[in-house]
């Protein structure tokens, strides 16, 4: 009898324990930010989530979530009903007023930069990882990513030593038919550089484009970064709309390829390296089998 | 066409309906409050003694971004259907809008230019960053009417059809402005003047709100006064001077007034379509064309139209929420088509 005292003393102050060490950090979250959640999944911090905004689409259990709309838009009621403790979010997270309401009801709200690079991204996952109490994974996380974003880069030396990088250019949003083209100073521009191909847009920004304009540039590679382009069919019916896009020597070659659009937005996210790998690989194919 | 109620009867319908909107604003969200506590946070407001206990959050979604939101309503509603009314009277025509004067689409301009020069010059303090486009959006709509006014003036005599002609050109030429700065506009950028273009009730604050109360309270207690006028303008220019209406200085008043109140609105809460062009055909419908009814009943009828469309705004997708722009159309088209069917049969 005594045993069981003692052991239910032990089994309350184990609990109680726990309960402390869980009370100091924030157990309801709500991330805005599509690379920010992925983050905070690949963390461990799935299970803490309980909204999430409209850019968040990965992993694709986060998609079940309540919506809390776009992230810029966000509504200070709406944010709320979630009962959040933390609210997380890139810098472009606003409008600055309702940040300012959610603060004011003793919600936590921590914005994290947006900026492609690694010192960022070594920042926003020590943070992250201070806030969801796994530090030490948010630090092999990082090791692993930078590793692999190294290999990226020796991968891509070693491909250029052989063949030229080929001009590439990036196309999202077409539904007008119109594709616009990620120019200079996109986060597209700065993916396309990492998977060692060259941007032949010279403009700054997304803009449209005229496709005489685009014909003449002449890529050796189209990469589409457009869900209503997924698939071949749709691409043969924007080829069909544009001949001229047709006769460039990416489209001959049949050197299109597909980018998720999600990986354009909100900083360097846990899926980046891989792509960069499959975009590297079409950008640089096998010399065997090129080779007479 | 004549009134199908009483003043009296529309007055004390409205009024309710007024009242109605506003509570159910105040007491409706994406946070479910118990009803006794958003009363009891209601009645602290009102600064009487009520004890707190447990009542922190009802007091704060309430003080803080229920209230000002449904002001902001009120005033933004008012304030777009008088000034429909005015320009209804003005050029004698229903399907006037307060964005025939050129009103809405410079202070689309104004709002465009803050947003895309602002984040091109690297942002201007988050502080400041809601004042400069308000500001911004209100000084536009204030220059493109009065260069619409100005260029509908001849040998000292405002020349309506000409003001009208004016403010087409002058729209598109803003339309086009608007345009270069989209077409300039980072990807980001881009969003925002999307967003705003659809307007928005969400995140009203106190400090942005008094600006907007105090013009329309002042345009919504200046106008009715001139009821009588309007009424003689109804019958053509000339028939009213010989009435004894100064006909020049009532133009003037009506396009200042015009061009104060939608400025002030579209600042604060971005494009919101539709109220200034119906809201004053729906009174007119039930009401009649005097404008002694007209035009405080508009004030009421697009104060509550407005409130009910947030309503739904916040509702709809809580927790996330739709521009309110989209619902105010979506509301009110149907029923306005109800309505001109009805009248017909």
Redesign the interface.
């Known amino acids: 009898m005594r045993l069981n005292i003692r052991a239910v003393a032990l089994c309350v102050a184990l609990l109680v324990n726990q309960g402390a060490s869980a009370v100091d950090l924030p157990q309801r979250w709500v991330s805005a930010g599509g690379a920010l959640s992925e983050w905070v999944s690949a963390l461990g911090g799935e299970s803490k989530l309980v909204g999430v905004d409209t850019t968040s689409q990965h992993p694709e259990s986060l998609r079940a979530l309540p919506s809390i709309g776009y992230q810029r838009q966000l509504s200070a009621e709406g944010v709320l009903s979630l009962r959040p403790q933390i609210l997380v979010g890139t810098e472009e997270m606003g409008p600055p007023p309702v940040l300012a309401q959610i603060r004011s009801a003793g919600v936590q709200v921590e914005l994290f930069s947006a900026t492609p690079d690694l010192p960022t991204l070594r920042g926003n996952l020590q943070h992250l990882g201070q806030l969801l109490g796994t530090e030490a994974e948010a630090a092999q996380l990082f090791d692993r990513y930078q590793k692999q974003l190294t290999q990226q880069h020796t991968r891509v030396v070693e491909a250029q030593r052989k063949q030229k990088a080929p001009g590439v250019l990036l196309l999202v949003g077409s539904s007008g038919g119109k594709p616009l083209v990620a120019g200079k100073g996109t986060s597209a521009d700065w993916l396309l550089q990492q998977a060692g191909g060259h941007n032949l847009a010279t403009h700054g920004g997304y803009k449209s484009f005229s496709v005489e304009s685009l014909a003449g540039l002449n890529p050796d590679v189209l990469v589409f970064a457009d869900r209503a382009l997924s698939g071949e069919e749709a691409r043969a019916a924007l080829f069909r709309e544009n001949p001229i896009l047709s006769s460039t020597r990416a489209a001959r070659d049949g050197r299109v390829m597909e980018l998720d659009p999600t990986l354009l937005v909100g900083g360097l996210g846990p899926r980046l390296p891989q792509s960069l790998v499959e975009l590297t690989a079409g950008f640089y194919p096998v010399e065997s089998a090129t080779a007479p | 066409m004549t009134a199908l109620v009483k003043p009296r009867t529309l007055f004390i319908g409205l009024g309710v309906l007024c009242l109605l909107a506003t509570w159910l604003s105040l007491a409706l969200?994406?946070?479910?409050l118990p009803l006794l506590d958003t009363l009891r946070a209601a009645l602290r407001l009102l600064g009487l003694p009520v004890a707190v206990d447990g009542l922190e959050?009802a007091e704060?979604?309430l003080g803080?971004?229920?209230l000002p939101r449904t002001l902001l309503g009120l005033a933004v509603g008012g304030v777009l259907a008088l000034s429909g009314v005015a320009m209804q009277g003005l050029f004698r025509n229903p399907l006037a809008d307060p964005g025939l004067v050129g009103v809405s689409s410079g202070a689309a301009l104004g709002a465009a230019f803050a947003i895309v020069a602002g984040s091109a010059l690297g942002g201007v303090p988050?502080?400041f960053?809601?004042y400069v486009l308000s500001l911004c959006a209100f000084l536009g709509g204030l220059g493109v009417t009065a260069l619409v006014y100005r260029l509908g003036r001849r040998n000292g005599q405002t020349h309506v059809a000409t003001m009208l002609l004016a403010g087409i050109a002058l729209t598109a030429l803003s339309g086009s402005a608007v345009g270069l700065f989209t077409?300039l506009?980072?990807?980001?950028t881009l969003?925002?003047l999307t967003?705003w273009n659809l307007g928005?009730l969400?995140?009203?604050?106190y400090a942005?709100l008094w600006p907007l109360l105090l013009v329309s309270a002042g345009v919504a207690l200046w106008l009715p006064r001139r009821a009588r006028e309007l009424n003689a303008l109804l019958l053509g220019e000339s028939e009213a001077a010989h009435l004894g209406v100064n006909v020049e200085a009532l133009k003037r008043e009506l396009v200042f007034c015009t061009a104060l109140g939608v400025g002030a609105a579209v600042a604060a809460a971005g494009m919101i379509g539709f109220v200034g062009l119906v809201v004053p055909h729906l009174v007119r419908l039930v009401a009649g064309p005097d404008h002694r009814v007209l035009l405080p009943a508009s004030v009421l009828a697009g104060a509550s139209l407005l409130l009910l469309a947030d309503l739904v705004a916040?509702l709809a997708?809580?927790?996330?929420?739709l521009?309110i722009g989209i619902v105010t159309a979506f509301i009110g088209a149907p029923f306005f088509l109800y309505l001109l069917v009805r009248g017909r049969a």
């Open positions: 969200g994406p946070v479910s959050q704060l979604i803080q971004i229920r988050e502080a960053g809601p077409y506009a980072d990807d980001a969003r925002t967003f928005s969400n995140g009203a604050s942005r916040r997708l809580a927790p996330a929420e521009p």
